[in-house]
């Protein structure tokens, strides 16, 4: 039995932990389509022998008005209920319709004219309950699946339906003709699959969880039409659907007239015949079963895996544009009813285009149309595939059939079918076309859907702004707020007015300035104003805070912003601020008044400012340091220089800024100090030297430049990387010396890719892929350590602590390996982002969705490894081993017996922290002969404890 | 205690759970071990609250105030802590804590704790991914 499940996992890429989802939904649809094969043979029969013919362009128009209607409410309770529960619903309600309607056949035995409305009665409900079956059971099927799993299992899982089919062909004829029983007698077993299929589902319910599903806080209280409309604007709003929409209309078009083209033209000129036209479609039926039975389970699934959902969508329409091309080629010379056309050719290319038309569109198309839906959200699944079959679908018949109609009124004579005989396959061939040039952007806004995805907060975010835009009462929203008594509100009004610089709200803004009394609300005010263009109103609001303003928190905050005002004379006004006892309200006066353009007395402010500068205590010195650096005079650097050795940090930050400002253009001689600087435990101090430093030479060392490429803080890393932009030419050599160092962390080594990624040469890309190979090594590695790890019992209190280390390790090199795919694949920083968080992310579904943008990204080798290893379920060290192995090529040296040996071989502070003080605890002494300062703190140093007795 | 048997205590808390080591060691760096006595009231219903208690020695018994009289509610032992969300805000304590015994704790002061996020906003962020976390299981409880 092993052996049979190794070599079918083998055969059709199905992993061991993806078998019972992949057999139990199999089954479902063997079951499924073992009575439907019945259901539709006895159903036409029936309906032809005892309503007529004429009757099933009606039975057609009936199923297409029941499946409308079904689709807006299958669409509206998608969203409401688990879709594994819809499904059940259908299966009992079609056992439920299957039985009822086999006990009115029954009673319609003894009353044949009364009852012979339940032949139309049974063919339309079938074909109702078996088109919503097929729109939802693909939906289901797809969430119990990463969206990388469901590429590799659906081939195979799909060839339930021709196996079922075939059985269930072949059941009924024994049953008809070597048992002779009447077809109206065997409806039952449409019930009795349907109830299996039912049970089979119950099964899947209980014993496995859908991975990709919508949450409960997105389920929806719309009505039906709703439902709909909102799928509507969904679609119009999502590229990917329009495109789906579009390649759908094209390709019913293209698919009713090729299937006019070989059922009315083509066959009957070859065979005349009634009976012998009905063997050949048996012998057809049983060769283009096995057919796609083939092409189902040993090729669908391989070329999605090979070329990616979005390039195989183009298979069909490439297939079914060549198929037209030869037919056209063909009859344009020999026409069909032509003495010229060979019978024989004509065959082979009308059971060609037939096989194309019917086998290959189940056994390619409609699979990798639903793969498609990876890129949409799982809670939009519903409402789009009943849009797109509910609507798109029928709309498309409609068009094809009356275009068809408007073809049969031409007449039915040899000249006229001559014609049609190369003109369809013409018409055909436009639209196969028109789908290849529908599925190349379907292939970008399917791989953008994807990544999307990747963000669902943002995706559904965005859409509620959109929804948010069309709102036109934004003003009136606005001014509500802005007099709402609650300060959020308030803030985040100003906040609208100051982004969007509305500038209509001036008066009130500056009325709310001049009447709140929060400090904040002051604050925002005074921020919007400034945002906003210029003018009169707002001078004069701020001139009225300026006079009438008693708090000295606010007043330098009019100040500043007034001083953006040149032409506006207020310095006697301001003046009188220079005898204010509040420094910042002091200074603030100072540097407007010296900013002006009319105020003349500069010298006195500037004597003013180094006056107090040099009576003021510590706590007011950066304020006049930054004020005096304001001036720009650079003499007063000389000034500054006691303060650059203070002994509070603060202070001597704002000496050095003050000082790099001062001597802004001419820093070059003073670039050892700059380098000190960037060592310093300030943020601002390591900001303004590198900024400094743009403007001298270029270093002779950039370690401590790259060094800070690594910081926590995202504008120390941002000004490190511009200064190593501006000088690439000079550090290149230091970057890619560094760049292979195994000393780097993710991050360092991911900014300075992004620097001289494209200067390297193929032989450092190769060894870049070498480090990401062994990074992935390095992974696969600690996982292991992990899971031996966590097997253990948690018998000591670090524990948990060595767990949580050995994870961020091998995230580290996860994230390596992202990092080298990224820049292999010339990706974004977005795709760096969203790839990790995906595959660090406890969610499969996630897991999956990362795994899927990283397989369309365009790097293969490095890609197939990180997929080979994610799509195992790893739970024990045996599993880590084979892995390993399939990987590497060698064995997995890491087993319990000498896990902790390896513990000891990585270099990790922490870890060895944890460690020692493992060790201590088991033989009562601690060993720190060989470890580094900072160990040492980890496990010595020792603050008293505060005592609060009585 | 040293600062790797901090970093111990803190990894247990739910609320760090999200941190890595290296911020957990920073964090490790604010928290403060004090001592108290048996029968001492760490505080009472109603105080407003500003620190995080982590119970590393001894028992607290958390006490619950009702037709004047204190019903005992629960008893927190090792590795518990009590007011994990004053560190974001500073709400009233909705029970009395007291100890039962001698107790030593590892204390965060909410002040200490905004300066450290404010610095690393790793460590606000991993805060806000343990509370989030919190967050969707209620949910999902509901």
């Given at each position: 039995m092993l052996m049979i499940r190794k070599i079918l996992s083998t055969l059709f890429s199905i992993k061991n932990n993806e078998w019972e989802r992949v057999l139990y939904f199999f089954l479902v649809l063997l079951v499924f389509f073992f009575g439907a094969s019945f259901a539709r043979s006895i159903g036409i029969t029936l309906l032809v022998e005892n309503l007529g013919g004429d009757k099933l362009p009606i039975a057609f128009i009936c199923i297409d008005l029941a499946v409308m209607i079904g689709s807006i409410v299958y669409a509206h309770y998608t969203k409401r209920v688990s879709g594994i529960a819809i499904l059940g619903f259908l299966l009992l309600s079609t056992t439920v319709f299957a039985l009822g309607t086999q006990g009115l056949f029954i009673i319609g035995y003894h009353y044949p004219e009364l009852f012979r409305w339940v032949y139309g009665f049974f063919f339309v409900g079938f074909f109702f309950f078996y088109i919503l079956f097929s729109i939802h059971v693909n939906s289901v099927v797809a969430s119990y699946f990463t969206a990388v799993q469901i590429k590799r299992v659906t081939g195979f899982i799909n060839t339930g339906i021709p196996i079922g089919g075939v059985l269930g062909g072949s059941s009924l004829v024994i049953l008809l003709n070597v048992f002779g029983l009447e077809p109206k007698i065997l409806v039952w077993v449409l019930g009795g699959t349907c109830l299996c299929a039912f049970w089979l589902v119950r099964r899947i319910d209980t014993r496995v969880s859908p991975i990709r599903t919508s949450y409960p806080e997105y389920r929806s209280n719309k009505t039906p039409f709703q439902e709909l409309s909102h799928a509507f604007k969904y679609i119009l709003s999502s590229r990917l659907m329009i495109f789906m929409s579009l390649g759908l209309i094209v390709?019913?078009?293209?698919?009713?007239?090729?299937?006019?083209?070989?059922?009315?033209?083509?066959?009957?000129?070859?065979?005349?015949?009634?009976?012998?036209?009905?063997?050949?479609?048996?012998?057809?039926?049983?060769?283009?079963?096995?057919?796609?039975?083939?092409?189902?389970?040993?090729?669908?699934?391989?070329?999605?895996?090979?070329?990616?959902?979005?390039?195989?969508?183009?298979?069909?329409?490439?297939?079914?544009?060549?198929?037209?091309?030869?037919?056209?080629?063909?009859?344009?010379?020999?026409?069909?009813?032509?003495?010229?056309?060979?019978?024989?050719?004509?065959?082979?290319?009308?059971?060609?285009?037939?096989?194309?038309?019917?086998?290959?569109?189940?056994?390619?198309?409609?699979?990798?149309?639903?793969?498609?839906?990876?890129?949409?959200?799982?809670?939009?699944?519903?409402?789009?595939?009943?849009?797109?079959?509910?609507?798109?679908?029928?709309?498309?018949?409609?068009?094809?059939?009356?275009?068809?109609?408007?073809?049969?009124?031409?007449?039915?004579?040899?000249?006229?079918?001559?014609?049609?005989?190369?003109?369809?396959?013409?018409?055909?061939?436009?639209?196969?076309?028109?789908?290849?040039?529908?599925?190349?952007?379907?292939?970008?806004?399917?791989?953008?859907?994807?990544?999307?995805?990747?963000?669902?907060?943002?995706?559904?975010?965005?859409?509620?702004?959109?929804?948010?835009?069309?709102?036109?009462?934004?003003?009136?929203?606005?001014?509500?707020?802005?007099?709402?008594?609650?300060?959020?509100?308030?803030?985040?009004?100003?906040?609208?007015?100051?982004?969007?610089?509305?500038?209509?709200?001036?008066?009130?803004?500056?009325?709310?300035?001049?009447?709140?009394?929060?400090?904040?609300?002051?604050?925002?005010?005074?921020?919007?104003?400034?945002?906003?263009?210029?003018?009169?109103?707002?001078?004069?609001?701020?001139?009225?805070?300026?006079?009438?303003?008693?708090?000295?928190?606010?007043?330098?905050?009019?100040?500043?912003?007034?001083?953006?005002?040149?032409s506006t004379h207020l310095n006697t006004t301001v003046e009188k601020f220079l005898n204010h006892p509040v420094p910042a309200v002091f200074v603030s006066a100072c540097l407007y008044l010296y900013k002006h353009p009319h105020y003349v007395p500069k010298k006195e402010i500037e004597k003013r400012l180094l006056a107090r500068l040099m009576t003021s205590s510590s706590a007011n010195l950066p304020l006049y340091l930054q004020a005096l650096s304001e001036l720009r005079q650079p003499h007063h650097s000389e000034t500054i220089l006691p303060f650059l050795d203070d002994d509070l940090l603060e202070v001597r930050v704002a000496a050095f800024i003050a000082y790099v400002h001062l001597l802004e253009g001419r820093l070059n001689p003073y670039k050892s100090r700059l380098i000190d600087a960037l060592n310093s435990s300030s943020k601002e101090m390591k900001v303004t030297a590198l900024r400094a430093l743009k403007e001298c030479q270029p270093l002779e060392d950039w370690t401590p430049v790259i060094r800070l490429l690594g910081a926590r803080d995202r504008v120390i890393v941002n000004e490190s990387k511009e200064l190593l932009r501006l000088n690439l030419y000079a550090c290149r050599n230091a970057l890619i010396s560094q760049v292979f160092s195994g000393t780097l962390t993710v991050q360092q080594r991911f900014e300075i890719l992004s620097l001289i990624y494209p200067k390297l040469n193929e032989l450092q890309r190769r060894h870049l892929q070498e480090i990401a190979d062994t990074a992935l090594k390095n992974f696969v590695q600690m996982n292991s350590l992990l899971n031996i790890h966590q097997a253990m019992p948690d018998s000591n209190k670090v524990h948990g602590l060595i767990a949580k280390v050995l994870q961020e390790i091998a995230e580290s090199h996860l994230l390596t390996v992202i990092t080298v795919i990224t820049y292999t694949a010339d990706q974004s920083v977005e795709f760096f982002q969203r790839v990790s968080r995906g595959l660090l992310s406890l969610s499969r579904a996630n897991q999956g969705n990362a795994l899927e943008v990283l397989s369309n990204a365009g790097e293969k080798y490095l890609v197939g490894r990180v997929l080979k290893y994610f799509e195992e379920r790893l739970v024990d060290i045996e599993g880590f081993s084979h892995i390993y192995t399939l990987l590497f090529a060698e064995s997995l040296d890491i087993n319990a017996s000498n896990y902790e040996a390896h513990l000891w071989k990585l270099e990790h502070d922490m870890l060895r922290a944890c460690l020692l003080y493992l060790e201590k605890e088991r033989t009562g002494s601690l060993k720190l002969e060989h470890s580094n300062r900072k160990i040492c703190v980890l496990l010595t140093e020792k603050r008293p404890i505060t005592q609060h007795y009585a | 205690m040293i600062p790797l048997e901090k970093i111990i205590v803190l990894n247990r808390v739910p609320l760090f759970s999200a941190l890595k080591t290296e911020d957990l060691h920073m964090v490790s760096t604010i928290a403060s071990e004090e001592a108290y006595a048996d029968g001492h009231t760490l505080f009472y219903e109603g105080d407003i609250g500003d620190r995080l208690f982590i119970v590393v020695a001894g028992e607290v018994l958390i006490l619950k105030n009702q037709d004047n009289s204190e019903k005992p509610l629960a008893t927190l032992k090792e590795n518990d802590f009590l007011g994990e969300l004053s560190l974001f805000d500073a709400e009233t304590r909705t029970a009395t804590a007291r100890c039962q015994g001698e107790c030593v704790f590892l204390v965060i002061e909410r002040n200490d704790m905004e300066q450290l996020a404010h610095e690393y906003p790793a460590i606000a962020l991993g805060l806000i991914k343990a509370l989030i976390r919190r967050m969707r299981a209620m949910i999902s409880q509901k």
């Open positions: 390709f019913v078009v293209g698919n009713k007239l090729l299937e006019y083209h070989y059922q009315v033209i083509v066959y009957p000129q070859i065979f005349p015949e009634s009976t012998k036209r009905a063997t050949f479609f048996a012998t057809y039926e049983i060769f283009a079963n096995l057919g796609w039975l083939f092409v189902q389970l040993f090729l669908t699934s391989r070329f999605i895996n090979s070329l990616g959902v979005g390039a195989s969508n183009l298979v069909y329409p490439a297939l079914s544009a060549t198929v037209a091309l030869v037919l056209f080629s063909y009859f344009f010379w020999y026409p069909s009813q032509s003495s010229t056309a060979d019978g024989f050719v004509m065959l082979g290319l009308a059971v060609v285009s037939q096989f194309i038309n019917q086998e290959m569109r189940i056994a390619v198309r409609t699979p990798l149309n639903n793969l498609l839906f990876n890129a949409i959200p799982p809670n939009q699944w519903g409402t789009n595939r009943a849009f797109l079959n509910g609507i798109a679908y029928p709309l498309a018949t409609y068009i094809a059939g009356t275009f068809l109609i408007l073809i049969s009124g031409m007449g039915t004579d040899s000249a006229t079918l001559a014609l049609l005989s190369y003109l369809l396959p013409l018409i055909v061939f436009i639209t196969s076309v028109l789908g290849i040039i529908i599925a190349l952007p379907q292939w970008s806004a399917y791989d953008a859907g994807v990544f999307g995805l990747l963000n669902r907060e943002l995706f559904d975010r965005r859409l509620d702004i959109n929804a948010a835009n069309n709102s036109s009462n934004l003003k009136q929203v606005l001014q509500e707020k802005l007099n709402s008594t609650d300060y959020y509100q308030v803030v985040a009004a100003l906040e609208m007015i100051r982004l969007l610089r509305l500038n209509f709200f001036a008066n009130q803004v500056g009325n709310l300035l001049l009447q709140t009394k929060t400090f904040a609300i002051k604050e925002h005010c005074l921020n919007t104003l400034a945002a906003l263009p210029q003018s009169p109103i707002n001078i004069s609001y701020l001139t009225e805070a300026l006079e009438t303003e008693k708090n000295p928190d606010v007043l330098p905050l009019i100040l500043r912003n007034l001083a953006n005002f040149k | -």
